[in-house]
């Protein structure tokens, strides 16, 4: 029984790794084409039927590329650091909750949290290890904007951990059965949203890949295969982020057909938000984090930390 529940175990995580990977995909050609009607031009409509195959096509082009390692690079860091990143993007689905068949975590909001903080490391060493002067600042970008978000995020999903009185993301869809809890708290909702385009490096906040100023980044000296690994982790974060604000703030019934439109409408932000607003200044970005943002979600811990206690006090 046990060598049977790891085998459908494996089977199931591997059909998962396939959808969120072929998802990635088609995301990337909706975002090129919802880019081409807000900039009032053809998108990728050339390839096959309405364009479908050509994130396939782009796939194949970059895995057949030459990978090229500069000179003064190292190696082994330089080499891992893709791969690393976007095997923590792919791990942290394994905590998306099911009744059966995959993963029920009993934790899954700490795993979350645990390798969402890891997900630095990826682009930190991606910017190093290249040994590039624009590689190396944009990660450090990276890293100090995605350090500042985190603790807004962590606040705010600590403040709804007290409401829940669980670690278990299943619970989030028990407590939403009669109202979302975007109702209840907007502000925290529209927070969360904007901490996560900081936190997954999205416009308006891709100090990363700053094109204007920082040629392309910390992926800079990446091409080929490196590139593509470094792109799938980035777009698997962003519908795994548009999974997590659902299953928090839209309902969480993550056993119907709503919940994955709900989940496309909330990825479609990503791409709007990127049509239409131009970057942010960095120093307000920080400004925004630590002046705005901290003091909101610290002020809506204690309120929902006063009101669990007021629950309790009335239950007494």
């Known amino acids: 029984m046990y060598l049977f529940d790891l085998v459908v175990l494996f089977i199931s995580g591997l059909i998962l790794i396939v959808c969120v990977l072929v ?9 090129r084409k919802v880019l081409g009607y807000i900039q009032i031009r053809k998108g990728p409509n050339k390839v096959g039927i309405m364009g479908i195959p050509q994130p396939f096509s782009d796939a194949i082009k970059l895995f057949s590329k030459e990978h090229f390692i500069p000179l003064m690079a190292n190696y082994y860091s330089y080499y891992f650091s893709p791969i690393f ?49 624009y590689s190396l600042l944009g990660s450090l970008r990276s890293v100090a904007q995605t350090i500042s978000y985190e603790v807004s ?9 007290i409401l829940i009185f669980s670690l278990n993301m299943i619970d989030f869809f028990k407590y939403q059965s009669y109202i979302w809890i975007m109702f209840m708290s907007l502000p925290l909702c529209m927070v969360w949203f904007v901490s996560s385009l900081a936190e997954t490096n999205r416009t308006p906040f891709d100090f990363a890949e700053g094109e204007s100023e920082l040629v392309s980044g910390f992926n800079v000296e990446y091409g080929g295969g490196g590139f593509a690994l470094i792109f799938l982790a980035e777009y698997s974060s962003i519908l795994f982020m548009s999974m997590l604000f659902c299953l928090i703030f839209l309902g969480g019934d993550i056993f119907t057909w709503f919940f994955f439109l709900k989940l496309n409408f909330i990825s479609f932000l990503f791409i709007w938000v990127r049509g239409t607003l131009p970057r942010f200044r960095y120093d307000k970005l920080m400004y925004l984090a630590w002046k705005s943002f901290l003091p909101v979600s610290l002020n809506f811990l204690l309120f929902f930390f006063g009101f669990k206690l007021f629950i309790f006090s009335l239950m007494i």
């Open 153 to 161: 995020l962590a606040l705010i999903l600590i403040s709804f951990l």
């Open 23 to 31: 998802s990635v995909a088609f995301f990337t050609l909706l975002e």
């Open 85 to 133: 990143g976007l095997f923590l993007s792919l791990l942290i689905w394994f905590c998306m909750p099911f009744m059966s068949i995959l993963i029920n975590f009993n934790f899954g909001i700490l795993f979350f949290l645990c390798c969402s903080s890891l997900m630095v490391y990826s682009i930190m060493i991606a910017g190093w290890s290249s040994n590039s002067n």
